[in-house]
């Protein structure tokens, strides 16, 4: 990643004691964007220069143990203001770098400074609580099959368009999206279900297999079996993933956010080592016409939050080939 590369750069410069050591992160960028190295302490750091004319409010991060959020007067540019997050844990240099690559990307072609203020924030918002999630036990058994699914169908998808950047995009469920994927006019739904339950996938809401405003909706069914020290580990599949990915370096960087979006480390996947899943069967249906599904136009009014199952044998008619939904996807 570019952005450890400069850090290591810095790092090794030695003509540099004491204070904020910064170099431009790319004139690709609009915006003034800083790569720098806060020493003595070798604290990482990300910055982008403001007008100071321009609030920044940045007191609900005050209190963060991973993280410090500062804004400090830049030195080499008067009537400006350094905008600095800085990580403080640095054993967590791993995440901190992805997250400086997310942040720049979120306002790579942004030349309102307000805007670009409000997007920085917003987008940081997102990520300060991931670092919380660290020191977590990881995610519960569901969330690891269920992720397990996602990324199963993702793997699928890279495989077969090499828009990798576009994919990756598609996959909307890390933000707690109503549906896993979706792209302008259509959306897809990943169900995973283990053991007995293979038969009968649960529905979370009204409107997650409802087709207003879509042209096409499908229904992804993945039925698997959990195994101990067999089969497809987490960690596995992911690992494979980057492979794919390993010659788009954006691709791969927003994938890796994404991953910690859902409380996934590699810090912490000595936790997924032991299980893996056995794939028994997948399945693509269309959900269209009779398809049986409740949607939100259907309920009386005062009905809401509403929960139900669909018995999978019960869809045979909808079933697609996985090669008609991959041609039909991203057109």
Known sequence: MKIKQIWEELENDLSFSKGLLIRRYSSAVLPDVFIALQQPEKLLCVAASISTNVEINISSFSNLQEIQVDVLPDVNHNGKNLLIFKLINKQHKDIFAVLCEDLISSITNETNEKQLVRAILNRFEKWKSLFNKIASQGLTPEEQRGLFGELYFLRKFLLFNSDFQKVINTWVGTSREIRDFQLNNWALEVKTTIGNNHQKVHISSERQLDTTHLDCL??????????QESGETLPQIIVSIFEILQSDTISLNRFKAKLYEVGYFEQQEDL??????HIRQDTFYKVEGEFPRLQENELRNGVGDVKYSIIVSQCQQYIQSELHVFETLLL
């Open 218 to 227: 499908y229904l992804y069914h993945l039925s698997i079996e959990k195994a």
């Open 272 to 277: 997924y080592n032991n299980i893996g899943y």
